[in-house]
């Protein structure tokens, strides 16, 4: 079983930062796939950026290249979005999720991964 806890969400001036972090429970097993997706109201989950923790290998969405960051904390189990540059069109509210192969989870697959747990979200407004 999996649980995260989205936080560090606001609002920000356009061209602002911000950081989301997603913390993890202790019964996440080691070497996980993690991202953060977005969703906008009326627009589908986009996925932002994801890592694996294991070999720390990132990748990221067209949105996010060259502004965004993902990041893990190695002494704690938490993952991080570092955004900067923010735009008008990165309002959202922010997702935190896990992969998994469990069955009979709904899933949304990006980068090659089966995204099935996730976070209640974090809003993000940019004015």
């Known amino acids: 079983h999996v649980q995260l806890v989205e936080s560090g969400g606001g609002s920000v001036q356009a061209g602002g930062s911000l950081r989301l972090s997603c913390a993890f429970d202790?019964?996440?097993?080691?070497?996980?796939?993690m991202a953060w997706f977005r969703q906008a109201p009326g627009k589908e989950r986009e996925g932002v950026a994801a890592?694996?923790?294991?070999?720390?290998?990132?990748y990221y969405g067209d949105s996010a290249k060259g502004r965004f960051v993902i990041s893990q904390d190695d002494a704690t189990t938490t993952i991080h979005l570092h955004m900067t540059s923010l735009k008008l069109e990165d309002a959202a509210m922010y997702y935190c999720?896990?992969?998994?192969?469990?069955?009979?989870?709904?899933?949304?697959?990006?980068?090659?991964?089966?995204?099935?747990?996730w976070g209640q979200g974090t809003q993000v407004t940019v004015s």
């Open positions: 999720a896990a992969a998994s192969s469990e069955p009979g989870r709904e899933v949304i697959r990006k980068w090659g991964w089966a995204f099935a747990y």
């Open positions: 202790a019964y996440t097993p080691a070497n996980v796939r």
């Open positions: 890592i694996y923790t294991g070999s720390g290998a990132r």
